[in-house]
């Protein structure tokens, strides 16, 4: 899968990042219904998971406080609390998705944010225009 972050574009992943060793999200082309499948813990600044969400569903979201949105080529994840978007993600082709927006923490509490120009991973990264084959292994996250 062809992963768009802003002007970055990482080829051929498995639709997985990982972040501290740990798989943080999954993006995934559920075929047989036509549709995204989003897969991630949302955690707070301190690492603590507050929600978690396999395959567009909750496992767990206490109070509601994290709204998933499903249309046939879009997931998206709102926090109510803070009011912001936690993540959003829009099919491209067959095997393409983008990420315009993003705005998530890691389990140790590594804010991971994108916008339509970048890609940033705490004070660590921000990428602008990367282009980068990973030939079918996973998106990770700087420690």
Do not use: C
Not at 52 to 59: D, H, S, T, V
Not at 100 to 113: H, N, Q
């Amino acid at each position: 899968m062809d992963i768009e972050l802003g002007t970055n574009t990482l080829r051929n992943t498995d639709g997985v990042f990982i972040a501290h060793g740990k798989e943080q999200l999954r993006i995934e082309w559920l075929e047989e219904e036509k549709k995204l499948a989003l897969s991630m813990g949302v955690f707070m600044p301190t690492g603590t998971e507050v929600a978690k969400l396999q395959r567009n569903a909750w496992e767990h979201n206490p109070g509601d406080r994290f709204v998933l949105t499903e249309l046939s080529d879009t997931v998206k994840v709102e926090d109510t609390t803070l009011k912001t978007l936690v993540m959003e993600i829009h099919k491209k082709s067959h095997q393409a998705v983008a990420i315009p927006a993003a705005k998530f923490y890691t389990s140790k509490g590594t804010l991971s944010e994108i916008s339509l120009e970048w890609w940033r991973v705490g004070n660590k990264m921000e990428l602008t225009g990367i282009d980068l084959d990973l030939e079918g292994g996973s998106v990770e996250l700087p420690e």
